[in-house]
């Protein structure tokens, strides 16, 4: 069966693009493929920074021929009826049609073929529509054509497309369309310098390897196995070891047809700058590797680069030319540095008077004093130092205000670290100004130094209750404050380091902290709001975020409903426990038939509430037990509730879930032999009253109608 | 390169040569040479030559020197590399040829930079211009891992889309003569290219002006005047615009550069006022976007010019 080969030659591509351009465009054409009837065998996309491909094997050279039936009038409908059906379905004169006959008549039916077209002239069809509105992140016009609405926009301007489709055996065809003025054909490009005549393609096969020929790597894994492998011989053949960057190495891919991959050096003397500073210095500006020494693992004054030509001096010039680069970016580094260990981070704080943290929540400087109040409140409850976690807080921003973060600001945090220590700072303090951003993601560490954890929290808890206090809450796909993460944040720290915090109260105070640190800023705004209404909106942001982060885990979230809807659940660390062991507990049988007789309780409770417009609320009476189960019953419940309650209230949640275990035979027993709804009518209402202080009991766990089945 | 060039015109030796090569090189593609704007700016991009040249649908090749002021990038001539008064060479050419890749590949190696030694690259480089109203997607062009270039294809300028798209380009040219010369530092760049007695340096020209100036710009620039200034040329600017209307039907506009040379100097006062910082986080923006108002309105009063392609 024929193949298809796709290529769209244009001006450089971002690196950043490639790979997903490459993905979106095999999705594209399959999908459409797919959809017209065209089941393909198998397709590869490529990228390099000059061209998108795409190969499909295996497409059939016809759509398959589509027979469809429509049914039609009655036998003997108005001749309008008859016209318009006609009219449809293609067909001449009723003759044509097939009379069918069903329970409700006699009816006309038209058999309609419609015969399957050459896949060339569907995908002549479907390749334009793909290209017009490929979703590229950023596009653009050019040329002269951008004079007219219409033109085609794309990530830089197009130069060249390569269709051409046919089975291996024949000479293959073009697949003929153009696109804003650029007609398909069968020529490309190879390597800028290297090669760039004119290519003759016919099919994937050749295409692939002509390029190679002319110095064209289009695999991309291809091309990173070529530097990741060079880099590593490099580096390995001197006695060094290359410091592997998996993102970076995407990047450079990215950037390279024809990967060449060589080595430079800078002065030693630049050694004496932090290595992470040295890396992102030379990582984000040149896109080299650094290098480490194998024996002592730590950085030497070499860098790969990865150029993309095989330059006729054998790359002396460009080895040279990267030297003289990366040699002043490193000089201002260790200027940065050096100058910024010259001022002590609490004097660089009074410039945080002048920087607005957020219009509505006024400067950075307010947010450290915030910072540091809170961290002090929460310090006693995590076992930190309250005068260390303090002075963290007090610290911990200041070298936002640094060279060296202004300069590379993904070292933030770590420069206060190495800033702290240099000042002679406490260990703890100094490890909290880089920790307390911590985690900043679902697979980042979580700090477990007291005072990381308090300043960590007092960080996250402060710009939450901010946020919310000035109503600027995420919405939807919106969260430009990032405020899920640290609500994500706030619940590792507490759950992951086994702390207690009830944070309600915490939140609520905090609120008043905010609100009194803004108060002056929203008077001369002349903006007036209630006040107290955050706490409680807050807690249920992170009753939503537990579920998320439980469900993300594969654990059951709808327990987090069952214990949330109990009421007054704030601490975190219990909600989890007890979601843990009402989880287990749950996959016992005992838990699975006794949620089934609650539920069974709850649905008969349901439809005789509805029924007698009512509820069943109250003592049931002693006196009204016909039925030894009913008593049964009645006893279990009474020292079931006592004992998980008891439980409970020691924390012991594994105790109170066995102890609700206990309910299961009489529960059972009680559905087996009662009938509820007894003639008597007292009876009855006692029967449910009963059953109602089935529910009630199973509150002192959770709330049981909140678990889906 | 041009091999009959003598030794002290040719581009790796001298700094004007370089320039001139440059110039000769786009003179041949049929960019018309201009001279720098008489005015101060932060960019070659601010020249009226691109800014508003770059609007309408006729074409326009142009190419030049524009010194740029950047007020806060002065550091009393004692940084190798960075000054407050430096040379952008702008090129601009409407519509974008389809070419234009090629042809800065080739202007590089009218300067002496031979693309079979180095590693010549084009990476990623969204411009945006927030005082200009103006974006374009593009690259910076990098040789040996150095940025030598922008390359963009303007989208929009003052607020206008651009039908047809411009190709603009810009050359760092201090730096890239550095990189020939092969000087670490700006002050030693042969200027005119003699050796001995005869020979002048970046450093002769410019080195007293960049000790001054920064002193002028960070420490004594008079904050009360250029406040005045700042409202006095929004307002100008803004009043030109309003007389600049042929007739009330505001079809036609009669005077776009006088007011758009307006927004020129509120631009550059604003930098100097924010070199003297005396402008907070929150002033800043509201600066910036009184400025990009400006380039808006005479952006659309260009549209409405006869040279700005209105019927």
């Known amino acids: 069966m024929p193949d298809l080969l796709l290529e769209l030659f244009s001006e450089e591509i971002p690196a950043r693009m490639q790979a997903k351009a490459a993905d979106d465009l095999r999705r594209m054409v399959t999908d459409k493929l797919v959809a017209e009837g065209l089941v393909y065998e198998g397709a590869k996309a490529f990228s390099t920074p000059r061209r998108l491909a795409l190969t499909v094997h295996g497409i059939p050279a016809r759509q398959p021929d589509l027979k469809t039936e429509r049914r039609g009038p009655k036998m003997g409908a108005p001749d309008a009826a008859v016209q318009g059906f006609l009219k449809a379905t293609g067909l001449t004169s009723l003759d044509e049609a097939k009379i069918q006959r069903d329970p409700k008549g006699d009816f006309y039916i038209a058999l309609i073929e419609k015969p399957g077209r050459d896949a060339i002239d569907v995908l002549a069809e479907i390749l334009p529509v793909i290209i017009r509105t490929f979703p590229w992140p950023k596009s653009m016009r050019w040329g002269a054509r951008s004079g007219k609405p219409g033109s085609l926009s794309w990530v830089r301007p197009l130069h060249a497309i390569t269709a051409t489709f046919g089975p291996e055996t024949e000479e293959p065809d073009i697949v003929k369309f153009s696109v804003d ?57 001197q006695g060094f070891e290359l410091v592997e960057d998996q993102v970076l190495l995407d990047e450079v891919s990215g950037l390279v047809e024809w990967p060449v991959v060589m080595m430079g050096s800078f002065e030693p003397e630049y050694l004496s700058i932090p290595e992470e500073v040295i890396r992102a210095t030379i990582r984000n500006n040149q896109k ?115 060279e060296v973060v202004g300069e590379f600001p993904e070292v933030q945090g770590l420069m206060g670290k190495y800033y702290a220590l240099a000042q002679g700072e406490d260990a703890s303090v100094a490890a909290a100004c880089e920790e307390h951003y911590k985690p900043q993601g679902p697979a980042d560490r979580v700090p477990t130094d007291p005072v990381s954890v308090a300043v960590a ?14 109503d600027e809450k995420p919405t939807g796909s919106k969260d430009p404050y990032a405020l899920r993460r640290a609500a994500l944040g706030v619940i590792r720290l507490l759950v992951e380091n086994g702390v207690r915090l009830n944070l309600t109260k915490l939140f609520d105070r905090h609120y008043d902290t905010v609100l009194e640190s803004i108060a002056e ?27 998320v982060q439980l469900r993300e885990q594969g654990a059951r979230h709808d327990l987090v409903d069952a214990v949330f809807a109990l009421g007054g659940q704030d601490d975190l660390l219990m909600i989890v426990r007890r979601v843990e062991a009402l989880g287990k507990f749950l996959e016992t049988d005992d838990g699975k038939n006794l949620l089934a007789g609650i539920k069974r309780a709850s649905n008969i409770l349901g439809i005789e509430e509805k029924k007698d417009k009512r509820s069943f609320d109250g003592a049931p009476d002693a006196a009204l037990y016909g039925l030894d189960e009913e008593k049964a019953l009645a006893k279990a419940i009474g020292e079931v509730k006592a004992e998980a309650s008891a439980a409970v209230a020691k924390e012991d949640f ?24 007894d003639d008597d009518a007292k009876v009855r209402e006692n029967r449910l009253k009963l059953l109602n202080e089935i529910r009630s009991a199973t509150r002192a766990v959770a709330d049981f109608s909140k678990i889906q089945d | 390169m041009d091999a009959s060039l003598p030794a002290h015109m040719r581009p790796e030796r001298s700094f004007q040569g370089f320039i001139l090569a440059l110039q000769r090189f786009w003179a041949e593609q049929g960019c018309v040479i201009l001279q720098p704007y008489d005015m101060e700016m932060g960019a070659g991009t601010f020249h009226p030559a691109t800014t508003l040249r770059a609007l309408g649908p006729k074409p326009w090749n142009a190419a030049y ?101 411009a190709g603009e380009l810009t050359y760092g040219l201090e730096r890239l003569a550095m990189y020939v010369q092969g000087v670490d530092r700006v002050y030693d760049l042969n200027f005119n290219g003699r050796d001995g007695d005869a020979k002048v340096t970046y450093g002769d020209v410019f080195l007293q002006a960049e000790r001054e100036y920064s002193k002028h710009n960070f420490e004594i620039a008079d904050t009360t005047m250029l406040f005045e200034q700042f409202k006095m040329a929004e307002a100008a600017c803004r009043k030109y615009l309003d007389a600049g209307w042929k007739d009330s039907k505001r079809e036609a506009h009669l005077m776009a550069l006088p007011a758009y040379d307006q927004c020129i100097k509120a631009s550059h006062v604003f930098n100097l006022l924010d070199a003297r910082g005396v402008i907070s986080v929150t002033e800043r923006q509201s600066y910036i976007l009184r400025v990009r108002e400006l380039a808006k309105a005479c952006g659309e009063a260009w549209i409405h010019t006869e040279a700005g392609g209105a019927a």
């Open chain 2, 65 to 165: 020197v524009q010194p740029s002021r950047r007020p806060k990038d002065g550091r009393y001539g004692e940084n190798p590399n960075r000054m407050q008064h430096y040379y952008q060479f702008q090129v601009i050419m409407k519509p974008s040829p389809p070419n234009l890749q090629d042809l800065y590949l080739k202007s590089l190696a009218a300067i002496g930079i031979d693309s079979a030694v180095h590693d010549i690259r084009f990476v990623e480089d969204d411009w945006e211009s927030p005082t200009l109203g103006a974006w374009g997607l593009g690259w910076e062009c990098w040789c040996d891992g150095m940025e030598v270039s922008q390359f963009t294809y303007f989208q929009q300028v003052a607020g206008v889309e651009c039908a047809p798209v």
């Open chain 1, 521 to 547: 800023r929203l008077r001369s705004a002349g903006r007036t709001f209630g006040v107290g209404m955050g706490s409680l909106d807050l807690l249920s942001f992170f009753a939503d975020r537990l579920k």
């Open chain 1, 288 to 402: 080299c590797f650094v290098v480490r020494d194998a024996k002592t693992g730590k950085l030497t004054n070499k860098f790969v680069l990865t150029a993309n030509i095989e330059a006729t001096d054998g790359g002396k010039t460009i080895v040279a030319g990267n030297e003289r680069v990366i040699r002043p970016r490193l000089s201002d580094a260790k200027f940065f540095y050096e100058a910024d260990l010259k001022t002590r981070l609490e004097d660089r704080l009074p410039k945080f008077e002048q920087i607005v943290f957020h219009e509505k929540l006024g400067t950075q400087a307010a947010r450290i004093k915030r910072i540091e109040r809170l961290a002090a409140e929460i310090a006693p409850m995590v076992g930190a130092d309250v005068a260390k976690a303090t002075r963290a807080a007090h610290l911990a921003k200041a070298d936002l205000l640094t």
């Open chain 1, 457 to 470: 929290l007092a960080d996250k808890i402060d710009t939450l209750v901010g946020f919310w206090a000035i």
């Open chain 1, 654 to 677: 594994a105790a109170a879930m066995s102890a609700m275990a206990k309910l299961r035979p009489p529960v059972d027993a009680f559905f087996d032999k009662v009938r509820v709804n």
């Open chain 1, 181 to 237: 003025g650029i007609e398909t054909g069968q020529t490309t490009y190879g390597h800028r310098f290297m090669a760039p005549a004119p290519i003759s393609v016919r099919r994937f096969e050749d295409y692939e390897a002509k390029l190679k020929a002319a110095k064209v790597i289009l695999d991309p894994q291809a091309r990173k196995d070529i530097i990741f492998a060079d880099a590593k011989e490099l580096t390995f053949a």
